[in-house]
Every structure is written in structure tokens, then in C-alpha cells.
């Protein structure tokens, strides 16, 4: 009786590391490196990231439930190709979607939609997490990867915006007295921005070892 | 003279890397070493340059012809998977030197997001079958190009001094911002 209680706590506590590691110690984005074609192409401002963000949610959630359950029955040589087509029907899905209800976001984020297709993250995590282990589990992990990809893609286009529109999500946040850095909604401004963001939380991580050190 | 438009807007002014942001993992990945980046970059040219030509023949004849455009993303990828694929067992067989000389780089390409990239781009251009394989070579050179010239500067850096926190994936990020920054010079070369 007692062994099956400390379980289930167990797995409680699995499931919450899973989920919160995402976040920062395993951050997509900003430590694995992985996703980042969306991430500084549709960036330009909040809305935008947070939709992108959302749409990696459904892809991956979805996408990682399924490949949990079939994981037993796809034979070990096709089970890419088996990954990327489940993955291609939720992308699928997915732009169908934006194109009948929100039609104005869907031309805004353009081509990049499709592209989560070939985003490593969803593969990565179907074939190092989802093709081992149980439903419950994958869907936990890709929740916490996808959210914690959201999280980021929303302070980046956040940044963006702030700088090169002198608004967040629409609203004005900077007065009139501040110039807009229009070079912060091109190209250039998206690669310099992530690049000082993981500047940023190297330095927060180095701060934080040394603090354990004393 | 619209071909060589597509070709120099591919390879310059709509540079794949530094303005459409397609094959960035690759391009912070590879770009350590030239010799290295000079493969990749051959390695892709090549896979652009077929699936141009493929995927422009299935979205004509398959797609639009039997009015599925839905299955677009599903097909796409497939015939990219699968191109690699033996476009790796051809080379193989055929050139020893050149097969070691791409080694991993291969099978990466699947995941590489220039290439259904160039397929969804070419798709809703409307592009000719000519057009469209030029668009694809014009694509891979401005790969490669993008892909040297940050492996040279790379290799420089190893001398310099760069702030512990920034070093590794960060600086590269702010180089190839400014690589983009240079790049958008050539902006004026096509509306001139």
C-alpha cells in the first residue's frame, strides 16, 4: 500500500520535472538550439510569436500522443518517415484551421506554418522521448517543450515589437518621444536579438552556479 | 533575363538564409570549419536543385490535377525524405570521395527546412519548371555563400576575444545579424 503511494508520487514529481524542464534548463530555443528557422522568421511582433507558439503546442501535443501509442507497432527502419507523416497531417490541421478562422494571422506567419513540418524540435522530441515512453508521460514532455517554446517566442517578438513598433500586443507601450528601431522588425534585428538573449541566460546561469558554489 | 532575376534574387537580394531565415540550423551547426561548410553547401545545391524539379512535377500533375492540395505538406515531405535518401545510396555507389566527403551531412538535409521551403515558396509563386530549377540552384549557391562567409569569419574568431557569456551559439547569432545587415546592400540590385 505504502509502495504504490510513494509511486504515484513519484511519477507526480516525474511528470512536473517533465513539464518544467522545458521551460529553462532544457529550453528549446535557447540551450538545444533546435526550431530556429520560425523562431526569428515570424518573431516581428508578440501576437505573432504567440500564435506560432500555439500551433507548435497542438502539432506537438498531438503529434507526441500519437507516436507514443503506434510506438510499439511501427517497425524500428520506417519509423521516421512514420513520424513525419503523423506530423505532417497535424500541421495539415493546423493551417487549415488558421486559414478558415483567422485569416489575417495565417497570411502574416505565411509559408512557416507548413515549415513546422521540418521543425527539429517536434522530431526530436517523437523520436528521443515520445517513441519511449508511455502516453502520459509524452504528453507531459511535449506540453512543457512546446509551452516553453511559446514562452520564448513570445518574449523575443515582444522585444521586437517593443523596439521597432513602440507596441506589445497592439498596445502602445513606449511614447511618442521614442524613435522606432526599424531594423529590429528585419531580419538583422531578429538574429541580433536572440543572439543577446542567449547572452542573457548564459550570464543568469553562470551567476547562479556561482552562487551555489558559496 | 526574368531567370537571371530569379537567380540573382535568389542568391543575393532574398538571400534563403539571411532573409527568409530557412536552414538556420545547419548554418549555426556546419559553419565552424570552410571545408566543412563548403560541403554542406554542395550537398544541399544538389538536393535543391532535384527536389525543384520534383515537387514542381507532382504539384502540377499530381496535385492540382486530381484537385488534392490538402495532401501539399504530406507529399512534399515524403518525396524530400526519400530523395535524400537515394540521392545517399546513388552517391555511394557511384563516387566514393564524394560520399565521404558530405559524410553526415547527408541524411541532415531531410530536416532541413530550405528545402520544403523552396518547395512551398516555388508553389505559390507560380513559377515555370524552368524557373523553378533555377530558383532551386540560385537558392543552394546563396546557401553555400552565406554558409562560407560565416565559416571564414568563424575561423577568425578563434582568436578573438569574445565575452564568456556571448561565446558559442550567441556570438554567431549577432555575426549573422550583421551578415544580414550587409546582405540587405543588395536590396537595390533587382527594383534598380
Known amino acids: ?214 | 533575363m526574368e531567370v537571371i532575376l530569379i537567380f540573382i534574387s535568389a542568391v543575393l537580394v532574398n538571400n534563403f538564409v539571411l532573409s527568409y531565415f530557412l536552414g538556420i540550423c545547419p548554418f549555426i551547426g556546419v559553419s565552424d570549419r570552410i571545408e566543412s561548410a563548403v560541403s554542406m553547401g554542395f550537398a544541399v545545391t544538389f538536393v535543391l536543385t532535384l527536389s525543384a524539379a520534383i515537387t514542381w512535377l507532382i504539384n502540377r500533375y499530381i496535385l492540382i490535377a486530381l484537385n488534392v492540395p490538402f495532401l501539399e505538406y504530406v507529399s512534399y515531405i515524403i518525396v524530400i525524405a526519400s530523395l535524400v535518401q537515394f540521392v545517399e545510396m546513388f552517391i555511394r555507389k557511384t563516387s566514393k570521395t564524394l560520399y565521404d566527403a558530405l559524410g553526415i551531412y547527408l541524411p541532415l538535409i531531410t530536416t532541413n527546412c530550405a528545402i520544403l521551403g523552396l518547395a512551398l515558396f516555388g508553389a505559390l509563386r507560380d513559377y515555370s519548371f524552368i524557373e523553378n530549377i533555377v530558383f532551386g540552384i540560385g537558392a543552394g549557391i546563396g546557401f553555400t555563400l552565406a554558409l562560407v562567409v560565416m565559416a571564414g569569419i568563424r575561423e577568425e574568431l578563434d582568436l578573438a576575444d569574445v565575452p564568456e557569456s556571448l561565446k558559442g551559439a550567441a556570438i554567431t547569432l549577432i555575426i549573422a545579424g550583421l551578415l544580414a545587415l550587409a546582405f540587405m546592400g543588395f536590396a537595390g540590385l533587382i527594383s534598380a
Open chain 1, 1 to 214: 500500500m505504502a509502495d504504490t503511494k510513494s509511486g504515484d508520487i513519484n511519477t507526480g514529481n516525474k511528470s512536473f520535472s517533465e513539464f518544467i524542464k522545458g521551460f529553462w534548463k532544457e529550453n528549446p530555443v535557447l540551450v538545444m538550439l533546435l526550431g530556429m528557422c520560425p523562431t526569428l522568421a515570424v518573431t516581428t511582433s508578440a501576437i505573432n510569436g504567440l500564435t506560432m507558439g500555439l500551433a507548435v503546442v497542438f502539432v506537438m501535443t498531438g503529434s507526441s500522443v500519437i507516436v507514443s501509442l503506434v510506438r510499439n507497432i511501427v517497425p524500428k527502419q520506417v519509423r521516421i518517415a512514420t513520424f513525419v507523416v503523423i506530423i505532417a497531417t497535424f500541421v495539415t490541421m493546423v493551417d487549415l484551421f488558421l486559414k478558415a478562422f483567422l485569416l489575417d494571422l495565417s497570411k502574416a506567419l505565411g509559408p512557416f506554418i507548413p515549415l513546422i513540418v521540418v521543425n527539429c524540435i517536434i522530431l526530436g522530441r517523437a523520436e528521443a522521448f515520445a517513441s519511449r515512453n508511455s502516453v502520459w508521460l509524452s504528453l507531459v514532455d511535449a506540453l512543457g517543450v512546446s509551452f516553453g517554446f511559446t514562452v520564448t517566442l513570445v518574449f523575443l517578438g515582444g522585444i521586437r515589437e517593443i523596439l521597432g513598433m513602440r507596441t506589445f500586443f497592439g498596445m502602445s507601450v513606449l511614447g511618442e518621444g521614442f524613435e522606432p528601431w526599424v531594423i529590429m522588425l528585419l531580419p538583422p534585428g531578429a538574429f541580433i536579438t536572440l543572439g543577446f538573449m542567449l547572452g542573457a541566460k548564459n550570464l543568469i546561469d553562470r551567476k547562479m552556479k556561482e552562487r551555489k558554489k558559496y
